[in-house]
């Protein structure tokens, strides 16, 4: 099942989503243009390490030419392997556009960053002793799903959907489609996506920030103004 579109046209070009997706293609081929150890030390200096967090927070020096604040920004860019990064596209494609028409570019740009920031801190907290590296968009795109399904909870998305040797499309609830991104996400962390090594060693997704990321969307996206522009 593959999502395509959704049925609520936007009023404005949604250029901040495209430039997000566009961002996350270029920074990944930049990964997989890496060696083993230089992608280890890349996710080490740019993923959240929720131990040398919580060590820069209690004031101790971790030794990074990188803040470790930044890390809840830039660890939002950097995935895991092939399907890691083109399912997170995909549904910031599908999703991102509606959510950025409703908030205009600027709030929809503050909702995103503060939805991955927000979701890594929920990882953070569940898992502060962790050294396993924190990546992905999927936190910023859980709170994109999280303000689309309460602003379009009836919306249908067009789907394509592979029935043995043949493919279809059908008009799938949001909620179904919300739904399975979390298992795809899930079976993406689990998994070992390796282009160039990478594996659950050397970084992971995380189902906290999952859950994290759609709860900041919930509450953040109408005290931004989700639902102030409702006519076309």
Partial sequence: ??????????RITPFLTYGLIGMNIFIFLYEVSLSDAQLEQFFQLYAVIPQQFSASLAGAPVNQTFPEWGTLFSSQFLHGGWWHLISNMIYLWVFGNNIEDRLG??????????????????????????????????????????????????????SLVFLGFFATT???????????????????????????GMNLESGGVAYWAHIGGFVFGVILGPLLGLFQQDDY
Avoid: E
Wanted: aromatic letters at 10%; one cysteine or more; charged letters at 5%.
């Fill in 1 to 10: 099942m593959i999502p395509l579109h959704d049925d609520n046209p936007t």
């Fill in 105 to 158: 570019h600027l709030k929809y740009l503050i909702f995103y960053l503060a939805c991955g920031a927000g979701a890594a801190l929920a990882q953070w907290f569940i898992s502060m002793n962790s050294a396993i590296p924190s990546l992905g968009a999927s936190g910023a795109i859980a709170g994109i799903l999280g303000a689309y399904i309460i602003r379009f909870p009836q919306a249908k998305v067009l």
């Fill in 170 to 196: 059908i008009r799938i609830p949001a909620l179904v489609i919300i739904g399975f991104f979390f298992i795809q996400n899930i079976i993406a962390g689990l998994a070992s996506l390796q282009p160039s």
